[in-house]
């Protein structure tokens, strides 16, 4: 594991976020304030990933669950609320791994990776996007295998869910894309 970097108020964490049990790897590689709340940290995902934040969510972080804590849903577990948390205070540097997750019914884990810690550099807007690779799969399209179903789906012409799956998805979906900059505008826009 690498050196743990000294953290300071106003240093900006590059994150690698990569979707777990999917081949090739969907993942995003992005830059937050350190100061970020998980709850905060929690929209960044969404966008950056492309997911529409439809369900609940959950950091695993050591042994602690933060997330939006739901009086219906967390009977029988112990969650922190992710708007008091602070990424720079329960994490504690480089090479920190640790778990997002996100609708709980399809199942979707993130691992999320401490890559780097610098201070911020002047005239560039935080968070950002630096890198990524393919699209985000569709919401509700059933976790990983439901994914592989459906790409398979897709690409077959004369599967029995071809037209179907293309209809519900918007009538088309391209697997390998992902938009650094497109993301990065959407972020002006809602940071």
Not at 53 to 79: K, N, S
């Amino acid at each position: 594991m690498p050196p743990k970097s000294p953290t300071q108020i106003g240093d900006v964490y590059e994150l690698k976020v990569t979707l777990e049990e999917i081949e090739p790897p969907i993942w995003r590689q992005v830059e937050v304030p350190g100061d970020l709340t998980l709850a905060k940290l929690h929209s960044v995902i969404q966008l950056a990933m492309g997911w529409l934040d439809y369900h609940l969510h959950e950091f695993r972080i050591g042994e602690v669950a933060y997330g939006e804590p739901d009086a219906e849903f967390d009977h029988d577990r112990e969650i922190k609320d992710d708007r008091r948390a602070r990424l720079s205070r329960v994490v504690d540097g480089v090479g920190v791994e640790f778990a997002y997750q996100y609708d709980f019914g399809d199942g979707w884990t993130h691992r999320v990776v401490v890559e780097h810690i610098h201070p911020t550099e002047p005239r560039i807007r935080y968070p950002r996007v630096l890198a990524g690779a393919r699209a985000c799969p569709p919401e509700d399209v059933g976790g990983p295998y439901g994914y592989v179903d459906f790409l398979e789906a897709i690409a077959d012409p004369k599967h029995p869910e071809h037209d179907a799956m293309l209809d519900w998805v918007g009538g088309e979906f391209d697997s390998e894309a992902f938009d650094v900059e497109g993301t990065n505008r959407e972020f002006d826009v809602v940071f």
